[in-house]
């Protein structure tokens, strides 16, 4: 254990919190709220216009043409990816709700409905209400972005062996520019982003090993993992489209780094991404773009609550970028055990839910951090 590191943080917690207009907004510990009733949330946009199966796409040639530059069609690759899944997830909630997989078009349809997902520079009507509105802009940072957990896991699950009841092959559509960014196949994936199409296809391989019988705790627990490791390296291209921040907003480019710092750390935690835990989280999200002058938590058009959202994310991002990423360390350490990974749950649910506070949050983690001397590798 490295006392010094947990010493330091502590000590800058401290600091920043006591010098911030917002102090100790982030250290908040307070129990979670117990099981939720029933799923009250809505799907994504268009849900019902979404093709459910790969029969349901274009077919050209005996090959199924896929633009996920469409707002459509790239939620129709998470939708059958949703429906062949299924079988393995029975158990985790009805009508499929408890699909671990929920995450990803959940956000993808958030990104949508914010207008995330048309052109930043507004040179061209692309994801625009009044010109096309279906069109995802190749400009867009979310949308670059949130390609690689679209088209990778897809191609993953195709090279697994989800889709052999169609024996077709497959096309996945460039872009009319910077076509150069994405890949578009199995091999071209392997030869561009091997390291994302390793882990997709690790976690549908171990999903596939899983039986819909045996989806006990310890087993969710593992499907989580492999789920979040996947995850977590689709994340890793957000470097590469750094430069698609120059397109958005001061304040809008911050959150979206700060957001993908963010999933760090739910990712440690094992964060059940089903149906309605996501859905719970996003309505915290921030509704719209966000533009110049605006400043969390002081933006009058967005609620409380998303005010407090975003005040978290920066906090989170400030605090790990000045420990030189010490507290995401202590983060993962901390959460390396079920227990730890629980209690870290709960942190960042009333981290993001409750706007009141107690200053013993962060502090139960360098507690947990203490006691997991002889935590495996994660």
């Not at 006591?18 to 994504?44: D, E, N, Q």
């Not at 029975?90 to 048309?118: D, E, I, K, M, Y």
């Not at 964060?271 to 996003?282: I, V």
Request: with cysteine; charged share 15%; proline share 6%.
């Amino acid at each position: 254990m490295n006392i010094s590191l947990l010493v330091c943080s502590k000590m800058v917690i401290s600091y920043l919190f006591a010098t911030s207009k917002v102090p100790l907004l982030l250290l908040m510990f307070v129990h979670a709220r117990g099981s939720v009733g029933h799923v009250g949330y809505p799907p994504p946009p268009l849900w019902k216009d979404v093709p459910e199966s790969l029969d349901e796409f274009t077919s050209q040639n005996n090959k199924i043409v896929i633009n996920p530059w469409n707002y459509i069609e790239r939620m129709g690759m998470y939708k059958v990816l949703l429906n062949v899944t299924a079988k393995y997830m029975t158990s985790l909630g009805p009508n499929n709700t408890g699909n671990v997989l929920w995450g990803l078009p959940l956000q993808h349809g958030w990104q949508f409905h914010t207008g995330r997902l048309a052109d930043p520079t507004n040179t061209s009507s692309c994801g625009t209400q009044t010109g096309d509105h279906l069109c995802i802009s190749i400009k867009s940072w979310w949308a670059c972005i949130n390609y690689y957990l679209a088209a990778i896991p897809f191609l993953a699950a195709i090279e697994t062996g989800l889709f052999e009841d169609w024996p077709v092959e497959f096309e996945i559509l460039p872009p009319g520019e910077m076509a150069d960014d994405f890949c578009y196949t199995v091999s071209g994936c392997y030869s561009l982003i091997p390291d994302m199409m390793i882990k997709w296809k690790a976690f549908f391989e171990y999903l596939k090993r899983s039986t819909s019988n045996n989806q006990d705790t310890e087993n969710l627990d593992q499907i989580l993992y492999y789920m979040w490791i996947a995850h977590r390296a689709s994340i890793l291209a957000v470097p590469k489209f750094s430069e698609r921040l120059r397109y958005i907003s001061r304040p809008e480019a911050s959150f979206g780094v700060n957001w993908a710092n963010t999933v760090e750390f739910i990712a440690a935690t094992h964060f059940h991404t089903n149906y309605e835990e996501t859905s719970r989280f996003q309505t915290r999200l921030p509704r719209r773009v966000l533009v110049d002058g605006d400043n969390a938590p002081y933006i009058a058009d967005l609620s409380a609550e998303e005010n407090h959202t975003l005040v978290m994310f920066y906090w989170i991002q400030r605090i790990n970028t000045f420990l030189g990423g010490g507290l995401l360390k202590l983060w993962r350490r901390a959460m390396c055990t079920e227990p730890g990974r629980a209690k870290g749950r709960q942190l960042l649910e009333n981290m993001t839910m409750n706007p009141k506070f107690v200053p013993s949050g962060i502090y139960y983690v360098m507690v947990q951090l203490s006691r997991n001397q002889a935590c495996p590798h994660h």
